[in-house]
């Protein structure tokens, strides 16, 4: 699929879901908290997604990011 179809099913999607509120239907933000979904429960990836937006909120933030950085942001993803 191209990303502009995975990221049109991923808005749709989390617009209904808890997330959706989380990531107010930011293609940015649904794409890195899916992702970090998929290793865990929303339980988990909620409060992870949040520590990681609040560092970096755009693609652009992400990638200034030490990978430690990172890390601490999102365990125990």
């Known amino acids: 699929f191209p990303i ?4 049109q099913i991923l808005e749709k999607t989390y617009s ?4 959706g ?3 107010q239907r930011n293609p940015y933000k ?16 909620i409060p992870a997604s949040e520590r990681l937006f609040e560092l970096a909120d755009t693609p652009q933030a992400m990638v200034r990011l030490t990978v430690e950085q990172i890390e601490k ?5």
């Open 4 to 7: 502009d179809t995975v990221m």
């Open 73 to 77: 942001a999102i365990f125990p993803v």
């Open 30 to 45: 649904v794409l890195m908290a899916c992702i970090l979904s998929l290793r865990t429960k929303d339980e988990v990836t």
């Open 16 to 19: 209904f879901h808890p997330m």
């Open 21 to 23: 509120e989380l990531t």
